[in-house]
């Protein structure tokens, strides 16, 4: 594809994505649909929708429209692309700049509100400023950005030094990513990772550092019985069989069983042991875990930069559906907590209603438990937004502090 290709196939996506096609099954569609599209322009295109995606009000203010056009147009404008070269109208190049193209991109940022600026929904302003007090701008500055690539390394199988070797004789650069104790960053070569053989052979997962401290923090060690309650993929799963070192009972559920299809597969490529429950076995499961861990559906304000389409579907009414959930969730998973044991509670959100709130709110329904602190991350910590809380059970069921 020539580059003017691209940006025509960008904005095409674009389009359908703002009316309402979640970014990634589109770009799977377009990919699957475009036989002509090679590696590097699927990757080029990827870029350019997920780029755009991130900084959609900004970029279509300065481009003169919330359309992929627009996003596009001042994307490249910005990256001090040669715009008349790529905008001929020959081939499949999109059509020539307008008169009034010119005249919005000449006109900058100077004078457009601060979620146009910053690129958020106007409606989440409020939680956006009681949640992240003094970090609101750079926080939402860094959204705007490109999330950096971090692996976890596999301890069940080697180390940092030797995932480091095999990685770089695949073209992937690492250096160290200290927030967490096994984890990698990708200093070169993102793409080459899930082609390369520490990643195929279970050395190392892709895996964002916030998540990796996560489980870092939970707690867990060789020989506890833990369950991972909302599984999903099973990220976290995996973490947390490094952590116990291949000793001990590890469960993975989730209300979703689909989300849990890979997990068999990508434990077996790790050589992690994990069981996992169905509906029945979860729900017949005692208080006998040492650990619970809660990563609880969220409105995903902390992944923003990796799911930059996810920034634009959420709304006040979504948002609003989330916290009666996590408390439901808490409150189930917390019944699997042998005494004494643990339960931690995690999201990907930066929102104090889904976090400290619903800290509080648990330790309110359950005054016999203890809060063993919490920790909010945020993309200035240098991985995705999280929070995680801990919780310690009465030693005895009934028993107040
Ligand atoms: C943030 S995702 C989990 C991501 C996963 N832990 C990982 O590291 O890849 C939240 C998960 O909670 C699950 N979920 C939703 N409602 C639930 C419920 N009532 N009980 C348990 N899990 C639930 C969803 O299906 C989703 O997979």
Redesign the pocket.
Known sequence: MTPGARLSAAIDLLDAILAGEPAERELTRWARASRYAGSKDRAAVRDLVFDGLRRRRSLGWLGGGDTGRAIVLAGQAAAGAELDELFTGEGFDPSPITPAEREALAQGLDGAPEGVRLDFPDALRDDLTVSLGDDFEPVLRAMQERAPVDLRVNTLKTTLAAATVVLARDGVQVGPQPLARAALRVLENPRLVAASRAYTQGMVELQDVS?QLVVEAAGVRPGMTVL??????????L?LAAAMEGQGRLMA????PR?MADLPERARRAGASVRILTDADCAALRPTCDLV??????S?TGAWRRKPDAKWRLDLQRLESFPP?QD??LD??ATRVRPGGALVYA??SLLSRENEARAHAFLDRHPDWTGEGDRRLSPLDGGDGFYFARFRAPKRRGAVK
Do not use: E
């Not at 861990?293 to 969220?298: F, G, I, Q």
């Open positions: 998540s991972d309650y909302c599984a999903g993929g099973g990220g976290k799963t973490a559920w989730d209300a979703n989300r861990l809660v990563d609880a559906p969220c995903g959930l439901q969730i189930a998973a999201t990907c």
